[in-house]
């Protein structure tokens, strides 16, 4: 359909879910998002972000080609399906008029070279927002509230919360924040460390431990892909993730906030929600994070 132009040199996935995929009604996903999504009609600040995006006609974006749910790549449509792929076509339509995007390939080293020199206007990638952070780069949002969750294997009972932990063996990567995390909420649990989320994910499915403690938004991206593993309640922490912005353009972050507030009470976040993580983690759309910037 044209919207996505890829940078960089791409990886397919098999069997991942199409960006054309259909809705009660006819259309797609997207269109269907599209048609509820506001676009900017306020004035333009010359020389400024928003005024050099239009004059471009497509958003530039930082991300991700390979996180299903979040932003994978489909290999027949070229189109990116997810939840942070749907915000960065709907903030395109919001700037551009229409929902022109360019994806560039971002990693946690690259992300804020790819700000400071202006090769991208956002990173949008699940990148959470702290104060080493904020020293480097300008936050909108946050957009969406992430944390450490827990993932059972499916027909697990006797784990519904945190404290349930307790007694167990737990399985988290090595040096991440689960372990903090787990020795919080369960002192007593015995925790088992693997180097990689695809490490853990076996070692659960081996029974080398009953729980496995992860950020949500990659056990959600894991559970879509894996019918074996189940997650259960909601984040026991807080892991803000925020829309990244070149540092000190106070301007453009209060724009990007502004839609976010917009999109926010109109229902449109929700729905984004409902078609992307929401078809993993059951129970109604969460309510969005509050605007901290």
């Not at 919207?3 to 006819?26: K, Q, T």
């Not at 942070?84 to 395109?92: I, K, N, P, Q």
């Amino acid at each position: 359909m044209g919207r996505l132009l890829v940078a960089a040199l791409l990886l397919f996935v098999a069997g991942c879910s199409g960006g054309s995929e259909a809705v009660p009604g006819g259309g797609s996903k997207i269109d269907a998002l599209l048609a509820k999504a506001p676009v900017y009609s306020g004035e333009v600040t010359p020389g400024s972000a928003v005024d050099r995006i239009r004059k471009r006609g497509r958003l530039v974006i930082g991300g991700s080609q390979d996180a299903p749910l979040l932003s994978q790549l489909d290999p027949v449509s070229g189109e990116l399906t997810g939840f942070d792929a749907y915000l960065g076509e709907l903030l395109a339509h919001y700037v551009v008029g229409r929902p022109e995007t360019e994806l560039l390939s971002a990693t946690s080293e690259t992300r804020e070279p790819l700000l400071a020199n202006g090769t991208v206007d956002v990173i949008i990638q699940t990148y959470t927002i702290t104060p080493a952070r904020r020293e480097r780069v300008s936050f909108a949002g946050p957009y969406y509230q992430s944390g450490q969750s827990i993932a059972v294997r499916k027909g697990t009972s006797g784990i519904a919360k945190p404290a349930d932990l307790a007694g167990r063996t737990v399985i988290a990567g090595a040096n991440t924040p689960a372990i903090a995390a787990i020795r919080q909420a369960a002192p007593t649990a015995e925790i088992v460390e693997f180097g990689s989320d695809p490490e853990c994910l076996t070692a659960l499915k081996q029974g080398r431990g009953e729980a496995y403690v992860q950020d949500q938004a990659i056990l959600v991206a894991d559970a879509s892909k894996d019918g074996e593993l189940q997650l259960v309640g909601e984040p026991f922490t807080e892991d803000p993730y925020g829309i990244g912005i070149k540092h000190g353009d106070a301007e453009f972050t209060e724009f990007v906030d502004d839609w976010l507030r917009e999109i926010g009470k109109s229902g449109l976040w929700q729905e984004v929600w409902k078609q992307t993580i929401g078809t993993v983690v059951t129970g109604d759309a969460p309510a969005p994070p509050a605007i901290a910037s």
